[in-house]
C-alpha cells in the first residue's frame, strides 16, 4: 500500500565533486533512495548539479580558449549534460540496488526543462554558486579576466555565480507523474531543471542555474506530493550554527521559519533556500515539509528525527 508521493532534493554531498566521487557516492544515495521506495513511497527524486555543471563548463571553456576544438559551450546546455550524467549514475546505482534486494521496482530519468519568467530580477543580480571553489585572490583574479561575477560562499572559499531565476512550471510535469503513478523511482528536474523561457510560445534555452529546492518545491506543489523531503549534510537544521549556543531544531512553523530568516540565521546559497523552499509547499498545500541527512530519511519521515516544518 503507498505511503504517498513523495519528491526527495538531494543535496551536494549525496553526489560528490568529479565522476569518480560521485559514482563511489551514488551507491549509498541508492541504497537511503531505495529503503524510501521499498518503505512504500512513491519516490520522485531532485537534485543539485553545482559543482558539475561548473565543472563542465570550466572543462568546455578553457578548451575553446586554449587552442582546442571545442566549441563555447552555453550554459543551459551545460545543464543537459550534467542532469544526463547525474542521471546515468543515480540511475544506474539505483537499478543496481534494487536488483541486489530482488525488486522489480523500475528507475527512470527524465531531461527536464523548468520555464522561468525572462524578466526574473534574479538576471540582473546572479546569486546561485556554481563550479569549484577558490581563494579570494584567485577569485578577483578570474572576474578581473573574465567579467564573471564570484563571490564568498558559505565560509567555503569563492564560487562563481550566475542568474537563479525562479520556477515558474516544470515542462515535463504530465510525463514525471506518469512515470511514478506507474511505481517507478523518477529522476527528475536535475539541477533545478535546465532553465528556459518561452518567446512566441516556443521554448529557448537561457543562461542560469535554478536553486533545486526552489524546484523541487515546485515540483512536489504540482505533483501533490504529501511531503517535500530536503537531504543536506546535516540531521537537523540549527540556529545559532557553529555557535556555542547552537540549538537543533526538531520542528518548526512557517512562521518561526520566517523569523529565523529574519534573523539572518540560515546562510544564502546553503540552508537559507532549503527553509525557503520548505516555506513555500507547505504554504501552498498545508502538508509538512523534512529537512534531514540522507541517512535518517527513513527515520525522518517516520518522525524519529530531522526537522519538520509545518503550519
Same mark, same amino acid.
Given at each position: 500500500?503507498?505511503?504517498?508521493?513523495?519528491?526527495?532534493?538531494?543535496?551536494?554531498?549525496?553526489?560528490?565533486?568529479?565522476?569518480?566521487?560521485?559514482?563511489?557516492?551514488?551507491?549509498?544515495?541508492?541504497?537511503?533512495?531505495?529503503?524510501?521506495?521499498?518503505?512504500?513511497?512513491?519516490?520522485?527524486?531532485?537534485?543539485?548539479?553545482?559543482?558539475?555543471?561548473?565543472?563542465?563548463?570550466?572543462?568546455?571553456?578553457?578548451?575553446?580558449?586554449?587552442?582546442?576544438?571545442? @566549441?563555447?559551450?552555453?550554459?543551459?546546455?551545460?545543464?543537459?549534460?550534467?542532469?544526463?550524467?547525474?542521471?546515468?549514475?543515480?540511475?544506474?546505482?539505483?537499478?543496481?540496488?534494487?536488483?541486489?534486494?530482488?525488486?522489480?521496482?523500475?528507475?527512470?530519468?527524465?531531461?527536464?526543462?523548468?520555464?522561468?519568467?525572462?524578466?526574473?530580477?534574479?538576471?540582473?543580480? @546572479?546569486?546561485?554558486?556554481?563550479?569549484?571553489?577558490?581563494?579570494?585572490?584567485?577569485?578577483?583574479?578570474?572576474?578581473?579576466?573574465?567579467?564573471? /561575477?564570484?563571490?564568498? #560562499?558559505?565560509?567555503?572559499?569563492?564560487?562563481?555565480?550566475?542568474?537563479?531565476?525562479?520556477?515558474?512550471?516544470?515542462?515535463?510535469?504530465?510525463?514525471?507523474?506518469?512515470?511514478?503513478?506507474?511505481?517507478?523511482?523518477?529522476?527528475?528536474?536535475?539541477?533545478?531543471?535546465?532553465?528556459?523561457?518561452?518567446?512566441?510560445?516556443?521554448?529557448?534555452?537561457?543562461?542560469?542555474?535554478? #536553486?533545486?529546492?526552489?524546484?523541487?518545491?515546485?515540483?512536489?506543489?504540482?505533483?501533490?506530493?504529501?511531503?517535500?523531503?530536503?537531504?543536506?549534510?546535516?540531521?537537523?537544521?540549527?540556529?545559532?550554527?557553529?555557535?556555542?549556543?547552537?540549538?537543533?531544531?526538531?520542528?518548526?512553523? /512557517?512562521?518561526?521559519?520566517?523569523?529565523?530568516?529574519?534573523?539572518?540565521?540560515?546562510?544564502?546559497?546553503?540552508?537559507?533556500?532549503?527553509?525557503?523552499?520548505?516555506?513555500?509547499?507547505?504554504?501552498?498545500?498545508?502538508?509538512?515539509?523534512?529537512?534531514?541527512?540522507?541517512?535518517?530519511?527513513?527515520?525522518?519521515?517516520?518522525?524519529?528525527?530531522?526537522?519538520?516544518?509545518?503550519?
Amino acid at each position: 500500500m503507498s505511503k504517498g508521493k513523495i519528491v526527495v532534493a538531494l543535496g551536494g554531498n549525496a553526489l560528490g565533486n568529479n565522476p569518480e566521487e560521485q559514482l563511489r557516492l551514488v551507491k549509498n544515495t541508492a541504497g537511503a533512495l531505495v529503503d524510501l521506495a521499498l518503505d512504500g513511497y512513491e519516490v520522485v527524486v531532485g537534485h543539485g548539479n553545482g559543482p558539475q555543471v561548473g565543472m563542465i563548463n570550466n572543462a568546455m571553456g578553457f578548451s575553446s580558449n586554449n587552442g582546442g576544438n571545442t @566549441p563555447e559551450m552555453p550554459f543551459a546546455e551545460c545543464g543537459a549534460m550534467s542532469q544526463g550524467y547525474i542521471g546515468y549514475h543515480l540511475q544506474q546505482a539505483i537499478q543496481n540496488e534494487l536488483a541486489k534486494r530482488g525488486s522489480d521496482k523500475k528507475c527512470a530519468t527524465v531531461v527536464t526543462q523548468v520555464v522561468v519568467d525572462k524578466d526574473d530580477p534574479g538576471f540582473k543580480n @546572479p546569486t546561485k554558486p556554481v563550479g569549484v571553489f577558490y581563494t579570494e585572490k584567485e577569485a578577483k583574479e578570474r572576474m578581473e579576466k573574465t567579467g564573471d /561575477t564570484y563571490v564568498e #560562499d558559505a565560509g567555503r572559499g569563492w564560487r562563481k555565480v550566475v542568474a537563479s531565476p525562479i520556477p515558474v512550471r516544470i515542462q515535463e510535469l504530465d510525463l514525471i507523474k506518469t512515470l511514478s503513478d506507474t511505481g517507478a523511482i523518477v529522476i527528475a528536474i536535475g539541477g533545478g531543471g535546465i532553465p528556459v523561457i518561452e518567446e512566441d510560445n516556443m521554448l529557448k534555452g537561457v543562461s542560469a542555474v535554478i #536553486d533545486k529546492d526552489n524546484a523541487s518545491a515546485r515540483l512536489a506543489i504540482d505533483l501533490k506530493a504529501q511531503r517535500l523531503v530536503i537531504l543536506t549534510a546535516i540531521e537537523k537544521v540549527c540556529i545559532n550554527f557553529k555557535q556555542p549556543n547552537e540549538t537543533k531544531l526538531d520542528s518548526m512553523t /512557517t512562521a518561526e521559519a520566517k523569523q529565523y530568516i529574519d534573523e539572518k540565521q540560515f546562510a544564502p546559497g546553503s540552508m537559507l533556500p532549503k527553509v525557503q523552499a520548505c516555506i513555500k509547499y507547505v504554504e501552498e498545500t498545508g502538508h509538512p515539509a523534512l529537512i534531514t541527512s540522507l541517512e535518517k530519511a527513513k527515520d525522518g519521515l517516520a518522525g524519529l528525527t530531522g526537522t519538520s516544518i509545518t503550519k
